[in-house]
Structures are given as structure tokens and as C-alpha cells.
């Protein structure tokens, strides 16, 4: 039986149009997970990603309000934080699904750590948006008191900007890879993973820095030797030309082709990018197999019936 590595989206769990509380993140990961579940139920073998954007926000306003009270955390805490959380969330509401379906499968959430360098160019010129947005009068005292760097994200005002390293390898990925082959469903690398670099004892440091979750999702899937990449997001296919009026779907494509129309452009840093990266990375990898769809197309993923379906 085929392994599948499934990225989730952070949106999947926490929507714009909502307020984000855990009543709202419990119901839209139930939503989010009928399609896994059933996958689970036909015999894949299964690990699970996710992106935590909206919660990283949540958060950082959190710190930010109560740091007169207590310590403040560094993004790479915030990250195993949320693994934790959101993977107990996912575990359990995955879990209760393969119960009334009377499936004998474990879940098992893995707080992961990521390597990354610790020269990481991103490391020194920082371009990852998070966290609430500041008044320009308030961007000189921040970056003076705190040490950030903040830089306009749009009308609304001025963001703080954080490394986002590439990923390089998956810590856990050799106990994640016997979990998955002993056919547990494993959560793991939620929000990218934790970011850690190595010293030159061979012991681990963290890094104030968060990893692409997709990007982290490829390097995952291909450590474990996954057969397919499926990543879940707002959209049901890629598109060239997104939003315009000459927009069109790309379904089956080749790595080739769609590397082509990356260098031309078509997929913004902010949005589409790091995704069509990831499933070019997997493919040159050794991976199989990589489908960009949404949430609502989980089974016709796997099935090749849905999607934009990447390979060599």
C-alpha cells in the first residue's frame, strides 16, 4: 500500500471570516480530516502536516500583550508549542473518526525538529511577515527595545519580519518512517517543524525562525520515503495567471513544465510558490507523485481525479 504525506493548510483549521477560537478550530478539523479518514480506512499508510500561520499570529498578539507579566517566547517555542497543541487536536479528531468507523489504527502526534543552516541567508535579511500590525510611529521603539525588524505589509500598517530558513532534513524522520510502516498515522512537522541547526559538537540549537510548512512537507515526504505529496489548500488546481481574466488550470503536468512556468513568474512568493517549489523538490527527490488541490478533493487526490497532478 502506497505512503501518502498530507499537508494541511493552517487556513484549513483556522478561516479568515472567523473569530479562530478552539470550538471553531475543533469543527473545522473534522471537516478537514473525512476525506484522510476515509484514505486511513482503505489501508494508506499516512502522515499528516499542517500549517499553523493563523495560530503563530494568535500567538505572538498573546506575548505581546502579557510580556509585562511574564516572559516573552521565541518563535521556534511558539512552533513546538503548536506542534503540540494543534497535533493533539488533529490526533484526537482523527482518532475519533477511525473509532466510529471501528478502524484499529493508532495516531501519534511527533514534535518535530527541522535542521536548518544557521547561515541561512533568510537568517540575515528576514522577509517572513508575522504577527499583528504596528503603526509606523511605533516602528522605531520596537525595533530599538525588541531588536526586530518590521517593514510595511500593506494600507493596514507595518508587520514584523522573521528568518524562514530552508529546511535541510527532518530530526525524527527515522522513528516517523518506522511509525508510518507499522501503519500508525503519524502527525508530524506542524507549521514547518521546530527549526534547529546543528554545532559543531553535533548538538542541537534552536533558531528564532519559522520553516515553510510545504517546503518541510516535501523534505518529510521524501525522508520517509513517501509514494505521493498531497497538498491541501484554498484551491482546487494551480493556475496560470491566477485571478485574472486569462486564468487556467494546470491538471496533469510534469515537473518540467511546471518548473517552466515557476522561472516565468505564475506563482507568488506569498501564496502559490512555496507549494509548486515543494512539489518540484519532492519529484526531483525520488517522490512519485505530488497533487495541489483543496481540501474537498482529499479522495480524488489519491485517486488522480482531482488536482493539479505533478510528476516526472
Known sequence: MKTLVIALGGNAITRESEEGNVY???????????????????????AITHGNGPQVGNMLIRIEE??????????GVIVADLEGGM???????MLNKLTLRKINRDVV??????????????????????????DESDVLGLEAERGWILKRYSKKGWRRVVPSPEPLAIIEKDTIRQLVLENKIVVAAG??????????????????AVIDKDKASAILANEIHADELIILTAT???YLNFEKPEQKKLGEITVSELKRYYDEGHFPAGSMGPKVEAAIQFIENGGKKTVITNIENTREAVAGTAGTIITN
Open 24 to 46: 471553531e478550530q475543533f469543527a473545522n478539523t473534522r471537516n478537514a480530516l473525512e476525506g484522510v479518514a476515509d484514505l486511513a480506512e482503505q489501508g494508506y499508510r499516512i
Open 66 to 75: 502579557s510580556r509585562h507579566m511574564v516572559p516573552p517566547v521565541p518563535l
Open 87 to 93: 497535533g493533539y487536536m488533529i490526533a484526537q479528531t
Open 109 to 134: 502526534t511527533i514534535v518535530t525538529q527541522v535542521l536548518v543552516d544557521k547561515n541561512d541567508p533568510s537568517i540575515h535579511n528576514p522577509t517572513k511577515f508575522v504577527g499583528p500590525y504596528y
Open 191 to 208: 507549521g514547518g517543524g521546530a527549526p534547529v541547526y546543528r554545532e559543531a559538537d553535533g548538538t542541537f540549537e534552536g533558531v528564532d
Open 236 to 238: 482546487d488546481h494551480v
